[in-house]
């Protein structure tokens, strides 16, 4: 299943990879959800599907809530009349000023997919500020949306810190943690590194309420990039590791595999060991 949110560091792709060290249990949290490609492929009783992100899951939530009524609102907005820059410059200015939290939704899932390279960024002023991305015919994910309406049902839908959720974490529940990934280069000075705001003060952060977690019996996964900062503060949990195809560079001709791992904290694991 796909999403039907376009959302860069989507794991889609490797979703088997996830899927197939996640372990059983009977509630899946995920604390950065994103466009919850996780969620969307696996099978657990219910689902807590959380992001920092309030307007993302503000679109689950209305979608969740409303259903098929929702999609028609989001396709009425994929028109040719609304595939222009002035358009799409006054429907943004429409989603930053609105306070119809139903309107707003809507507008994301037409500013997700009109917005140059599906991206979702945001000015110091909290506003919504991506550039018309000039596609000849935005397409409309109905049939993804659908489907994430009906896998839904399984859901609660939050925007808290990750920390919060992994410490209501009780036994049966499993955790995925997809943070915003550390520099791809094991020598980028973090000092002035911050995706998102998820410096390397939130990393150790997370790796230690990981442990923690751990600790209690309830399994934690974590994705990332392959490197000696991830190896070391991931250290105890179990790592695989593998190659993504990436764009590293504005220079659209410019692809690269990166290294790329999943730490499992779960048990008792000794040390850190690649596979």
Not at 10 to 35: H, M, Q, S, T, W
Not at 250 to 272: V, W
Request: hydrophobic share 40%.
């Amino acid at each position: 299943m796909k999403p039907f949110l376009k959302w860069a560091g989507n794991k889609y792709r490797i979703v088997d990879k996830i899927r197939a060290l996640l372990p059983d249990g009977r509630r899946l949290i995920e604390p950065f959800a994103g466009a919850a490609a996780v969620f969307l492929n696996t099978a657990y009783e219910s689902n807590v599907l959380n992001d920092i992100n309030r307007d993302v899951i503000l679109v689950y939530r209305v979608l969740q809530q409303m259903g098929p009524a929702f999609v028609d609102l989001c396709k009425a907005l994929f028109t040719e009349d609304n595939n222009t820059p002035e358009r799409y410059y006054a429907l943004r200015e429409e989603f930053n000023d609105t306070s119809d939290l139903v309107r707003k939704a809507a507008l994301f899932v037409y500013l997700n997919r009109h917005g140059y390279n599906g991206l979702c960024r945001y000015n110091h002023s909290g506003h919504f500020n991506v550039p018309f991305g000039r596609y000849k015919k935005p397409y409309f994910p109905f049939q993804e949306m659908m489907l994430f309406y009906e896998k839904a049902k399984t859901a609660v839908f939050r925007s808290d810190d990750f920390e919060v959720l992994m410490a209501e974490a009780q036994p049966g529940d499993v955790i995925y943690c997809d943070p915003p990934y550390v520099p791809l280069s094991d020598t980028a000075n973090f000092t002035s590194y911050s995706a998102g705001g998820f410096d390397v003060r939130e990393q150790l952060r997370l790796a230690e309420a990981a442990r923690a977690t751990a600790a209690r019996g309830i399994p934690v996964l974590i994705s990332n990039h392959l490197n000696d900062f991830t190896l070391s503060v991931y250290r105890g949990a179990e790592i695989h590791s593998f190659d993504v195809q990436r764009h590293i560079s504005c220079d659209g001709a410019n692809r690269t595999k990166a290294p790329e791992l999943l730490a499992l904290f779960a048990g008792d694991c000794a040390r850190p060991m690649v596979r």
